[in-house]
């Protein structure tokens, strides 16, 4: 009972991304294209309440389900790593026309070809754990 809430949250979500059409490979391809601002309108949403939240979260110390504060650290202002991640994200997200969020939506609507996708993602992020000490971090 105790993840409920998560469940349940998880599930708004997915409704949320199905009905908002991002979720839709049409949708992201009209983006990657730069023939619709409907993608771009949803993200710029969520980034504009991203930040309000932050805000919010650090003027009120408001804190977790359990109680714990809630901190955030200093990011180092390395560039290029985030330019390359960005890179290789990006581009993933538009050869499989989903990003991780609509990915689970999408099996949940139907379209099991997302598992291929999904499984891709986890060996990705596999391999990425054996080699992250490799890498310029």
């Not at 949320?16 to 490979?25: N, P």
């Not at 689970?104 to 000490?133: D, E, P």
Request: charged content about 15%; some cysteine.
């Amino acid at each position: 009972m105790k993840g409920l809430k998560f469940i349940l949250s998880g599930l708004v979500f997915g409704v949320i991304m199905a009905k908002s059409e991002a979720i839709s490979w049409y949708r992201i391809q009209e983006m990657f294209r730069f023939q619709s601002f409907h993608m771009y309108g949803i993200i710029g949403t969520a980034v504009i309440l991203g930040v309000a939240i932050v805000y919010l979260i650090k003027k009120f110390k408001i804190r977790d389900f359990q109680g714990n504060p809630i901190l955030f650290q200093d990011k180092d202002k390395s560039w290029k790593r985030y330019l390359i991640g960005g890179s290789i994200f990006g581009l993933g997200w538009a050869l499989t026309g989903a990003c991780p969020g609509p990915m689970f939506v999408n099996v949940g609507y139907g379209y099991y070809t997302m598992l291929v996708v999904i499984f891709g993602s986890l060996i990705g992020t596999y391999l990425y754990g054996l080699i992250k000490h490799k890498l310029p971090h």
